[in-house]
């Protein structure tokens, strides 16, 4: 149980830290064109990145796949690119047309879990368990996941129910605004 305690930490610090950004801004992209109402359809959207996440983790850590950790910190941020880029072509907001965000999520997340594996791996001692590791560790990123969902689901909220912003115009205007950040992170980590 204390290995899971450690695991869940890492996973939540792996997404609120401060060196998290490029989850984080991530996470907005992805969230960005939801409502508060739309909760549950995020939380799917989110579990479908954490399982991405999950299968390339592991096939990581067992050193099944492995990958230069140059190109994956610069692809980490080009999924954000590009799925902020796609935000800003929505129109109309329906379950069908943001049905791309749940591919966008389970795909990027297999580039995102590769980002993390070296750590891990290095870290493990060789009597834990992996699954129990990577089970604590994937618990406290959902949960991590979910606390800045709600966040940015609140300033949405807030933007276009208080602030009378229209709802394409704060999409547009979030999505413009990750996109920028992580172009820039993308151009710093050119390998």
């Not at 850590?61 to 690119?81: A, G, M, N, Q």
């Not at 902020?84 to 047309?97: D, R, Y």
């Not at 009597?127 to 990123?141: A, C, E, K, R």
């Amino acid at each position: 149980m204390q290995d899971f305690g450690l695991y869940f930490t890492w996973g939540w610090e792996h997404i609120i830290s401060k060196d998290a950004l490029d989850h984080q801004l991530f996470i907005a992209a992805l969230a960005a064109i939801y409502l508060l109402k739309d909760w549950r359809q995020v939380l799917v959207l989110v579990t479908a990145f954490t399982i991405g996440h999950s299968l390339t983790l592991a096939l990581s850590v067992l050193d099944i796949i492995r990958f230069s950790s140059k190109w994956i910190e610069f692809l980490i941020p080009c999924t954000i690119v590009i799925t902020a880029f796609s935000n800003l072509f929505q129109k109309q907001f329906t379950p069908k047309t943001i049905r791309i965000n749940y591919f966008l999520a389970l795909g990027f997340g297999l580039i995102h879990g590769m980002g993390f594996a070296n750590t891990i791996r290095f870290a493990m001692a060789k009597d834990q368990s992996l699954g129990w590791s990577l089970f604590g560790f994937n618990v406290g990123l959902e949960v991590g996941q979910i606390f800045v969902v709600l966040c940015i689901l609140l300033l949405t909220q807030l933007m276009i129910s208080v602030f009378k912003v229209e709802r394409r115009t704060w999409v547009i205007f979030l999505s413009a605004g990750v996109f920028s950040l992580a172009l820039k992170m993308a151009l710093e980590r050119l390998p």
